[in-house]
Structures are given as structure tokens and as C-alpha cells.
């Protein structure tokens, strides 16, 4: 067998360097050098810069592939000369699209949408049938659709189960059987609504706590095997869970309500509606560059708010129509069948196999590095002067135990936030910069969490509010509540994408043209967008979001007439651009091959939003309901008033450095170099093949 030929890398150029911020070094020889060499990754990236241009040495610079971006590592963008306006996204490493997909036939390429099967573009302009839109679209139609048939069905399997216990027990007991979907009045006693309260609560705990630890790890799963297979993942839990449902409606003498939990426990595992939200997110981010991917999340969160507008609705008129609660579990049902197909046989996959492969050589080394951790423990343990009693066995024993234990901690996937340059050190020097992409994250991502669990907390408890001060019946309810849905849709698809438009895509584009030119006149590269953390925009689009709500939900307190109600409530629906945006920010501080990995955390947060947010609320709402109704929009308002205020300690430009550009400029860990020597000399001798 003929030896594996080793790739050379470059030598890079000692004159000039780039430190790990992504600041340009000290030139002292006036040679042409490739930006590889300059930036000592050692990989070709096909253009030149002369000595005069140094200082602005990463506008000329293409990347590789998506995975080797020159990125700065918690860098901020100079605005002088690197393009750091609103008009661009930063100096960064370029956004490449769908470089590594050139050739494939068009329906092979991935994007959130395609041109009438003619011609990819990105998701801002066309007339479009949406790759992804169009399967999420019925993924939150389903979400939507079913809360409320499957919060009556349980209504009425507990009550079925309740009245023929007690006619068990009592001889004198009689009741009015119960019709499922119908107007049974004999269910609203008070034991039935304690017993549903309580059931309710277990289902939505249990999934709710299951998603919180798989929804991260899908998330980074996605980054080493891809989006479509996760995806595909998350709706075989809501197919199993429909199943479970579908059998206890029809089957109720024979299966149990109760065993609603194995499904609630078969949608926790595969991540729930939050795992199939963080990867589509991560599948938009993939294939959208960053001056339109706040835009293509935004058509996702409208889906979101559409199928919470109009899923109920369609599944009460459906259920009226048919006569059986039961026939709409059928469509919800289809609904995740569609999907998975969908995603499966339509949908193209976003990250390249090259770009899998080279993810899962890092997170090879990043679990080498962590044994060899272990190692260096373990013998420091083992020879610690502590250990009195000269029992190597016990310390070896309790070093693998707390190893095992940091391993297992169910909060570990939010390490990314509070340390995101664990994998590679962060110098004395630059730590500064490294705090300030800390910050970013996390109040980026503490807001977000925030806005999710007021979300999913004020819904229920503003139907019940209304209802008491207003006299709404169900119907004025649910047109409000689809009425508030509607307005955010029209912001996430009409507000959002012309402001984009203005002050973002418009400039970008006049840029890109003028550049274009010169490089043309010149000789050079074209040059490519960026990606470089948020943008201005990004931060003044959140802060007028967060400001809406603070005034909406301020108009809630001192709203003592319904059209006053409703005028606040548009003006807090306005607040829906917030989400999207925060999402697509966080995207745009970490390079390509962590995406998947920071909206997994992002998910274990939303998991736990949605379990503890309504236990709060509620629980204020009913010790105040009779004294101080007005008590829950306070502490809402004091919420988004917090979560404004720390919009500004946002700084713009600031992003994470790839792996790829730090690897050859400082010496690695025992062996780590050798798995990705392994891997480039299977790329050598195995071409990547589309």
C-alpha cells in the first residue's frame, strides 16, 4: 500500500502577521505575499496583496471554503476602510454562499427559496416557491393547529375517566356521557379542571425538559452531519407523539389518557418544536449571506406567528365540518408526514460534505484535547501531596468522577456563550475583545429567552384578562389573539425586509457595484460580502422592537376601554421583529461551523423558557387576579424595559474567530494536528465528490 501523501502547508511570511483578533501586523519587507501566507493558515486562497494595501488586507481576501473564513477571533471591525457601516456587515471573513455547490443542478443547491426553478437567489427579492418556508410553514401550522383540539380531547378523556370512576364508586351516581369535541357543561367542574391543569403541566414539563437537553445537542449535531437528517429527526418525535394521541382518542377504554405522556416523552427526545426551530434557523443562516439572513429568519418567525393565527381557527372550522376532534390529529399528522418527505427527498442539504467533514475533524480535536485534560489531571491527582494516604486508585477514581460529571451537565451546551473561545485560548492581551463577545452573546441570547417566555407566558393569561375586564366571549378572544399574530406577520414580512432593504441591501449593493469596478479596472478579485458580527442596523432594528413592546404592554396597564386594549396591543405585536433579529445577529458572531452548536444553546434556553415562563406568570396572575389584576403586565413591562436597556450594551462588529485561521498560529496539543493531517490526507488521495 503506497504511503498517504502529506499536504505541505504554506510557511508563513514572518515580515507581516495577523494576530488572533484579526488586527493587521507589522509589515517590514516590501514583498507581494498571498493572503494564506499572510495569514499563516497555509491554504491557498487565490489572491495577492501588495505591501501598500496591508492595512486592508481582509477586503481582498476570499475564503476557501465556508469553514475558512478569515474571520476575526472576538475581532471588531475598523469602520475606517473595512466597510463596517450598516451598509455592510463588517470586515470579516467573506460569506462565500454557495461556492462549494457550484455545478450542482439547481434543485441540489441549498436556499430558503428557488426563482420559479429558474435561477437561486437569496431570499430577499423574486417572485419565490420557498424551499423551506413552504415545509416549515405546515410544521407550525400543525404546532399551532393542535394546542388547542388536544387541550379539549384531554378535557374530555379526564372527564370520561372521572365520571365512570365515581359512578364505579357511587351507585347513585349518574352523568351525561361525554362527546368528544362537543359542549359537555358536566366537565367544567372544578375537580376536572384541577385534574386537567395537572396533566397539562406534566406533558408540557416533560417535553419541555427532554427538548431542553436534546435541542442543543442537535443543534451541534447538525454542524458534523447536517440540518436535513436532524430535521427529519424532530418530526419523527412529532409523529410518534400524534400516534399516541390518535390511539387514546380512538382506544380510550383500552389505552389510558395517561399514556399522552409517552408521546410528550417521544417529541422531548427528538427535540420538540424548538430543536425543528434552531435547525431551520441554522439551515437559513447556512445558505443566506448576512445582509439578508435577519430577513430569511424573519420569514420563519412569521410562519410561526401565522400558524399560531391561523392554525386554530382552521382547526376549529375543520373539526365543525367533520363532526370528529379526532379527524383534525389525522392532519396534523399528515402535516409531519409532509415534512419529512419534504425535507427529505426535496429540500437540499446547506453545508457541503466537505464542510460536515472538516466539523467533525474539530470536534475530534476538541475531544482529543479534553482526554488529554483528563490525562494531566488524573496524574496530577494521583501525585498530589493530598493524597496522604498514598492511594492513587481513590484519586483516579474521583478525577474520572468529576470528569464524568462535567461531561454530563445538562447545561454544559451554554459554555459556547460564556467562554466562546474555549477551544483555543484567548491571550492576556486581547482580553478586552474577548469580553466584549461574551457580553454580546449573552444578552443577545438572555434577551431572546426573555422574549420567548413572555411570549409563551402573557398569551394564555392576556385570553383570561380580557375575558374578566371586557366580557369578550371565545370568539372576540381568538380574534384578538389572531389579530396580534397578524400584526407580527405583517412586520416579519413587510416591515422587516423594506428596512432591510433601505438601509442595508440598497447600500451593499451600490458598494459591491463600485467595487466591483474597480476590481475590474484593476485586475482583482471581485469582492465578497462579509460576515463580522451585527451591525448597527441589527441593534437599532432590536432596540425599536423592545421599545415597542414597553409601550404596548404600558398600555395595557392603563387601558381601561377595549379599543385603547387593542391599539396597544398593536403597537406591542410590532416587537415580533425582535426574535428574528436576535437570532440572526447571534448567527453572525461565530463562524459557519458553530452555528448549529450556539443556536443549540439558544434552544436549551428557549426549552427553559417555556417550562418556567408560564410557572411564573401564572402563578403571579393567580394570587393577584383579585386584588391587583394589572400586577402581570408590570412585571412584563419590567421585563422588556430590562431587556431594552441591556440592548445597549451590544457592541457592533465584534465576532468569533474560525478555528481554521488559529490553528497554525500557535502550537497545539499532544496529537491534535495529526487528526487533521489524517483527514487533508483523505482529502488527497479521496476528492470530495457532489
Not at 148 to 154: A, E, Q, S
Not at 297 to 324: D, K, N, Q, R
Not at 411 to 417: A, D, K, Q, S, Y
Request: charged share 20%; hydrophobic share 40%; net charge neutral.
Amino acid at each position: 500500500m503506497a504511503p498517504s501523501p502529506t499536504l505541505k502547508p504554506t510557511t508563513p511570511t514572518p515580515a507581516a502577521t495577523e494576530d488572533e483578533w484579526g488586527s493587521p501586523g507589522v509589515e517590514s519587507t516590501p514583498t507581494t505575499r498571498s493572503v494564506s501566507e499572510r495569514a499563516g493558515s497555509g491554504y491557498h486562497t487565490g489572491s495577492t496583496v501588495s505591501p501598500a494595501a496591508e492595512p486592508n488586507v481582509r477586503e481582498e481576501a476570499t475564503e476557501f471554503t465556508g469553514l475558512l473564513t478569515l474571520s476575526g477571533s472576538a475581532g471588531r471591525g475598523d469602520r475606517r476602510g473595512e466597510g463596517g457601516g450598516d451598509g455592510d456587515d463588517g470586515p470579516g471573513g467573506n460569506w462565500t454562499g454557495h461556492g462549494e455547490f457550484e455545478g450542482l443542478p439547481w434543485w441540489k443547491r441549498p436556499s430558503v427559496g428557488w426563482d420559479n426553478g429558474k435561477k437561486l437567489r437569496c431570499v430577499a427579492d423574486g417572485d419565490k416557491v420557498w424551499f423551506l418556508v413552504v415545509p416549515y410553514a405546515l410544521f407550525t401550522l400543525a404546532f399551532g393547529g393542535s394546542v388547542v383540539p388536544k387541550l379539549n380531547l384531554i378535557v374530555d378523556l379526564i372527564c370520561q375517566k372521572y365520571l365512570r370512576d365515581r359512578a364505579a364508586t357511587d351507585p347513585n351516581f349518574t352523568f351525561t356521557p361525554v362527546v368528544p369535541g362537543g359542549n359537555n357543561r358536566q366537565c367544567f367542574a372544578p375537580d376536572v379542571q384541577k385534574l386537567v391543569a395537572k396533566f397539562s403541566l406534566v406533558l408540557s414539563v416533560t417535553s419541555g425538559i427532554l427538548s431542553s437537553l436534546t435541542a442543543p445537542k442537535l443543534g451541534a449535531l447538525s454542524d458534523r452531519y447536517g440540518r436535513k437528517r436532524l430535521l427529519i429527526i424532530c418530526s419523527l418525535g412529532g409523529i410518534a407523539s400524534e400516534t399516541v394521541t390518535i390511539l387514546a382518542a380512538r382506544h380510550p377504554q383500552t389505552i389510558d389518557y395517561r399514556w399522552m405522556i409517552l408521546g410528550s416523552v417521544f417529541d422531548g427526545l427528538t427535540g420538540s418544536f424548538t430543536a425543528g426551530s434552531v435547525l431551520s434557523h441554522a439551515y437559513a443562516s447556512d445558505c443566506t449571506p448576512p445582509s439578508q439572513r435577519g430577513v430569511a429568519i424573519g420569514y420563519l418567525h412569521s410562519c410561526l406567528f401565522a400558524g399560531m393565527a391561523f392554525g386554530p381557527l382552521l382547526a376549529g372550522y375543520f373539526v365543525e365540518w367533520t363532526g370528529s376532534l379526532v379527524s383534525i390529529f389525522y392532519v396534523v399528522l399528515g402535516c409531519h408526514l409532509f415534512f419529512m418527505l419534504f425535507i427529505g427527498f426535496v429540500t437540499p442539504e446547506s453545508l457541503s460534505k466537505k464542510q460536515r467533514r472538516l466539523a467533525r475533524v474539530k470536534y475530534a480535536q476538541e475531544l482529543q484535547d479534553a482526554a488529554i485534560a483528563a490525562e494531566a489531571y488524573v496524574l496530577e491527582s494521583t501525585s498530589s501531596p493530598l493524597n496522604s494516604r498514598g492511594d492513587p486508585l481513590s484519586f483516579l477514581i474521583s478525577g474520572i468522577t468529576i470528569l464524568a460529571i462535567k461531561a454530563s451537565n445538562p447545561f454544559r451546551p451554554l459554555r459556547i456563550l460564556f467562554d466562546p473561545t474555549d477551544a483555543k485560548g484567548t491571550p492576556q492581551a486581547d482580553t478586552r475583545r474577548a469580553r466584549m463577545l461574551r457580553r454580546n452573546l449573552l444578552t443577545l441570547a438572555l434577551t431572546d429567552m426573555v422574549i420567548l417566555g413572555s411570549a409563551m407566558s402573557a398569551g394564555g393569561i392576556m385570553v383570561l384578562y380580557v375575558e374578566a375586564t371586557f366580557g369578550w366571549d371565545n370568539l372576540e378572544s381568538s380574534r384578538f389573539m389572531s389579530m396580534t399574530s397578524l400584526v407580527r406577520v405583517t412586520a416579519l414580512m413587510g416591515v422587516l425586509p423594506a428596512v432591510n432593504w433601505v438601509f442595508r441591501t440598497r447600500p451593499l449593493r451600490k458598494r459591491k457595484e463600485e467595487l466591483a469596478r474597480a476590481a475590474a479596472e484593476g485586475g482583482e478579485e471581485e469582492p465578497k460580502e462579509r460576515n463580522a458580527g451585527a451591525d448597527t442596523l441589527d441593534l437599532w432594528i432590536l432596540r425599536c422592537a423592545l421599545l415597542s413592546e414597553v409601550i404596548g404592554v404600558a398600555g395595557y396597564i392603563f387601558a381601561r376601554s377595549a379599543p385603547v386594549f387593542v391599539a396597544s396591543a398593536v403597537v406591542a405585536s410590532l416587537g415580533g421583529l425582535g426574535s428574528a433579529t436576535i437570532q440572526a445577529a447571534l448567527s453572525k458572531h461565530v463562524p459557519p461551523e458553530r452555528v448549529g452548536q450556539l443556536l443549540g444553546a439558544i434552544g436549551l434556553l428557549h426549552s427553559l423558557a417555556r417550562v418556567f415562563g408560564p410557572m411564573v406568570f401564572n402563578q403571579l396572575y393567580a394570587a393577584t387576579v383579585e386584588t391587583a389584576p394589572r400586577a402581570f403586565f408590570i412585571l412584563l413591562w419590567s421585563v422588556f424595559a430590562g431587556a431594552l436597556g441591556a440592548s445597549f450594551l451590544v457592541t457592533p462588529h465584534v465576532y468569533l474567530k474560525s478555528d481554521d485561521e488559529l490553528s497554525d498560529s500557535r502550537p497545539s496539543t499532544r496529537g491534535s494536528n495529526r487528526v487533521r493531517q489524517d483527514l487533508l490526507e483523505d482529502e488527497e488521495l479521496f476528492p470530495e465528490t457532489r
